[in-house]
């Protein structure tokens, strides 16, 4: 079935280093792989995405990349600030016409001042 | 932007009574609505893909009799918890789709249901 992992479930950085976090995906066919930000209680911000026809996306200091071969992407942060601390979900959208996205399992960054 | 309003967003209620949940899309049209739960400190598990106009396709384990959807418009979807106990105590979150492009998921504020 439909299936995201997501590495690591919780990552501490200082701030000012760089963060990475990693997924796989199961379905090749999959063709949308966003990535949102979530505070507790609150609902899921999309901070960037990437479509499959596509390698690599940079918004300022986050970027993302996707090796559809391997079935991997991941979200890279950098200059990480303490406002960057959340949790993090990445999603792979499956079942074409109706593209429902599946999370991965979220990991907690604290950037720590 | 595209805006999805979601009430209410904190409910409490007793076991073995119902919930309804709303889900409404603002300024677009959603073919597609999706509802997700989300226990703390976990992932959201999406529950239910619904359609304007036709019944909804569940994921598996979900109880499709526990958990009534309806998407009688293209910008209205509701989730209705049925005989609530206290294990469907949880988080609550749709997300639309909207129709005038292939992506773009715009998620509610999300319901904290807590059954007592």
């Known amino acids: 079935g439909e299936n995201v992992e997501q590495h690591p479930s919780t990552l501490s950085v200082q701030e000012g280093d760089s963060a990475v976090i990693k997924c796989t995906y199961s379905?090749?066919?999959?063709?949308?792989f966003p990535w949102y930000k979530q505070e507790l209680g609150k609902r899921p911000q999309l901070i960037i995405d990437i479509r499959s026809n596509v390698g690599e996306k940079k918004d300022q200091r986050i970027a993302v990349t996707l090796n559809k071969t391997a079935k991997h992407f991941s979200l890279h942060i950098t200059e990480t600030q303490p406002e960057d601390s959340a949790v993090y979900f990445c999603a792979a959208a499956y079942g074409g016409a109706t593209n429902k996205l599946i999370f991965g399992t979220g990991t907690l960054l604290a950037v720590q001042p | 932007g595209a805006v999805v309003s979601q009430h209410p967003s904190r409910v409490i209620c007793k076991s073995g009574t119902s919930v309804k949940i709303e889900c409404r899309s603002l300024?677009?049209?959603?073919?597609?609505m999706f509802w997700y739960r989300q226990f703390p400190k976990q992932s959201l598990m999406l529950m239910a893909t619904?359609?304007?106009?036709?019944?909804?396709?569940?994921e598996q384990g979900v109880e499709k009799d526990k958990f009534l959807i309806n998407h009688a418009s293209l910008t209205l979807s509701t989730l209705t918890v049925t005989s609530a106990h206290p294990e469907d105590s949880s988080f609550y979150i749709c997300s639309a789709r909207d129709s005038r492009g292939p992506y773009g998921y715009t998620f509610g504020s999300g319901t904290r249901l807590t059954v007592v």
């Open positions: 300024d677009f049209q959603a073919t597609t």
């Open positions: 379905d090749s066919a999959s063709n949308y």
């Open positions: 619904s359609n304007e106009g036709s019944k909804a396709t569940y």
